[in-house]
């Protein structure tokens, strides 16, 4: 097995070792006697060692393969792209919602604002209430955001080819 956890886990092979045996450990002694005399020892135990390295949610990947606070972060600038909140962002949002239904409506207002049983932004929370699928509440907020978004972007555009214009007709004015 040491072979296999250095074929799979190259730097890594002694942690890779290291725990297997700390998942066999917590298995009962039962599972192991069964798995062994099973002829599949092997089977079973190669799968373990696979899973560990190149699973998402196990054991090995979080402290081995992306530890957590190894770097130093207090030296890290934090850059904020985020533009600030306009108006442009409410009107777009309420022009959107002004060609929706009455059903894309209250949902995006169950997204957005929540209820008294329901949290903002939680479509799970939504389904729960309205017993409509959680998978549909996603659908419907991901096409009213695209709409949004595409409403902004015409909007903000519009208002800079204004603001263009306006200050081309200011030079103009100021040059005679």
């Not at 009107?91 to 919602?97: N, T, W, Y």
């Not at 060609?99 to 949290?119: P, V």
């Not at 555009?157 to 081309?168: C, D, K």
Request: with cysteine.
């Amino acid at each position: 097995m040491r072979g296999f956890c250095i074929k799979v886990g190259k730097d890594l092979a002694s942690d890779l070792y290291q725990e297997l045996f700390l998942i066999l450990c917590e298995k009962s002694e039962a599972w192991i006697v069964e798995k062994y005399n099973s002829g599949y020892w092997a089977g079973f135990v190669s799968r373990i060692v696979l899973n560990q390295y190149y699973g998402k949610r196990t054991s090995f990947e979080k402290n081995f393969l992306r530890p957590i606070a190894l770097e130093d972060t207090s030296e890290v600038q934090i850059e904020c792209e985020d533009e600030p909140y306009t108006e442009f962002h409410q009107e777009s949002i309420d022009a959107v919602l002004e060609k929706c239904d009455w059903y894309e409506q209250r949902i995006w207002e169950l997204w957005s604002k929540g209820d008294h049983n329901i949290r903002p932004r939680s479509a799970r929370a939504i389904a729960r209430v309205t017993d409509i699928s959680r998978q549909e509440i996603l659908r419907v907020v991901n096409e009213l955001k695209i709409k949004i978004n595409d409403e902004y972007l015409i909007r903000n555009s519009r208002s800079e080819l204004l603001g263009n214009h306006f200050r081309i007709g200011d030079r103009l004015e100021s040059e005679d």
